[in-house]
């Protein structure tokens, strides 16, 4: 069943559903309406057993804790669902996902690996103006309950022009330092000057994971200064913090305007090199004051 079929050719992300089967056939890989439905169709690509036991995960009955949810708005009546797109990442942070080994930061609450830095991206873009409207992470394992039992969260936030909402209030600390996150490859040069600012450092993997802790005010900013992040990594926190009063923007196209420069979604062109990357680099933060200083100190 399609839900929203005026979305339907706007839907991009980093997997494709189709495969090439062991005889060379082409195959599209869909969820079915019952579980049968989609395990005959993945069988298509898998033995039988692999096959009823992923449609078995792919059809299982989630069961959210409603007050964590938050109250979710109902949406305008007039939205137009043809004017917008999907970014997704089924999973970031693939490596810790496969690895599963545990690594801690000095800072209580943040992994530098481990599966808690593995998130579900869905981000909703307004085809029009490229801005990201509604964000779903999903931090499928939050916390290890038992062996092989973890605990999930969702996040979520909406900023479309008369509706704001999101499930992430969250206090912000009151820290004697500001604290930063970055991918353990990042430049040292860059580092010192935000050090010099005063600056505390995390190293943490995966794109959405380091965003989500923007998001929770565990960290104040995020920065990366390398293309290594792709549309389908960005679009859903980015739609969140936007809900929250904060923003994504492009670190070089920042620097060079000498101005907060938003990441934004148009549609993909032939004609860019590597449309699909954050080439630029990026900077997150939910509290835009935070700017300033860091862009005339990285601008210096
Ligand atoms: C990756 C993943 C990596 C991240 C990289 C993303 O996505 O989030 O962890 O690098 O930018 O593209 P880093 O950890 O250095 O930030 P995926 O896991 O989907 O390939
Ligand atoms: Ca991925
Ligand atoms: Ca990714």
Known sequence: MILFPAMREAINGEESPNFTNADGESVTIAVGATTEETAQCLGAILNVEAAEVLANEVHREV????ALLGEIPTLPEDLDYGNLGIWIDPIDGTAEYISGDSIFT??????????DCVTVLVGVYDRTNGRPVIGVVSQPFHNKLDENLYRSLVFWGVCLPDL????????????????????SSENGDILQRI?????????????????????????????????????????????ILRSLGGDIYSYRGSISECKPVPLCYQEVSEEV????????????????ELLEDLLQKLTA
């Open 195 to 239: 050090m010099e600012l005063g600056y505390e450092f995390a190293f943490a993997a995966g794109a959405g994971h380091k965003a989500l802790k923007v998001i929770t005010w565990e960290v104040d900013l995020y920065l990366l200064s390398k293309g290594s992040t792709f549309k389908w990594d960005t679009c859903a926190p980015q739609a």
């Open 164 to 183: 704001q909402a999101n499930n992430c209030q969250f206090e912000r600390p009151s820290r004697d330092n500001r604290l930063g996150i970055f991918s």
């Open 63 to 66: 069961i959210y804790e409603e």
């Open 106 to 115: 000095d800072f209580p609450g943040i992994t530098s690996t481990g599966l």
């Open 273 to 288: 090199d590597n449309p699909k990357c954050n080439k630029d680099g990026l900077i997150a933060v939910r509290d835009v």
